[in-house]
């Protein structure tokens, strides 16, 4: 199985949730409100779809993976680039997918099934550490010390003065 899949049951609920609240954009008349949330909405849609695809680049090219292996299939700890300010960035996107959607329509339906599906895609991750901890050891405790799992303003901070400190 796919390391990313093996979220198991949580991955196909936050999936299912996930095309649940796009139907749902379509189903549910959205609610006359302030349209600067829809373009806050629209914002951080597209840094979701980025932090998505780009981990994708990222394992190809800093991950060692074996050429008949799948994306996910690293060899050594990667920690640079988007790694060097979040963990977890393609389920940073996932998260704020669901925040967009929350954005564009802000029925009771949509913000109940987005924040069911953000807490499995943060269950996710938590259990990708543990994974992950497993694959590399104390490498991956001292790594989970110094990059948030997805807060992407305090890992910009910490790059930051990991940086100034340099």
Same mark, same amino acid.
């Given at each position: $199985?796919?390391? *990313? $899949? ?6 196909? #609920?936050?999936? =299912?949730? +996930?095309?649940?609240?796009? @139907? ?5 008349? %959205? ?6 949330? &829809?373009?806050? /909405? ?35 700890? #990667?920690?640079? /680039?988007?790694?060097?300010?979040? !963990? ?5 996107? *996932?998260?704020? @997918?669901?925040?967009?959607?929350? +954005?564009? %329509? &802000?029925?009771? +339906? ?6 069911? /599906? $953000?807490?499995?895609?943060? +269950? ?8 992950? =901890?497993?694959?590399? /050891?104390?490498?991956?405790? !001292?790594?989970?010390?110094? #990059?948030? &799992?997805? %807060?992407?303003? #305090? ?12």
């Amino acid at each position: $199985m796919k390391q *990313w $899949m093996r979220g198991g049951f949580l991955f196909y #609920v936050a999936s =299912v949730l +996930l095309v649940l609240e796009y @139907m749902l954009l379509w189903f549910l008349d %959205n609610p006359a409100g302030i349209e600067e949330l &829809r373009y806050a /909405g629209w914002i951080i849609f597209a840094v979701g779809i980025v932090l998505i695809f780009l981990p994708r680049f990222v394992f190809r090219s800093k991950g060692k993976v074996k050429k008949e292996k799948d994306w996910t299939e690293t060899t050594v700890l #990667v920690d640079t /680039g988007i790694y060097s300010v979040v !963990r977890h960035p393609l389920y940073l996107g *996932w998260l704020l @997918m669901y925040l967009a959607i929350i +954005l564009w %329509n &802000r029925h009771w +339906l949509t913000i109940i099934v987005g924040v069911s /599906g $953000m807490t499995c895609v943060y +269950l996710i991750s938590r259990q990708e550490d543990q994974r992950l =901890v497993e694959k590399f /050891g104390d490498d991956y405790k !001292r790594y989970v010390l110094s #990059v948030p &799992r997805m %807060n992407l303003l #305090v890992g910009v901070i910490r790059l930051l003065r990991r940086r100034k400190r340099e």
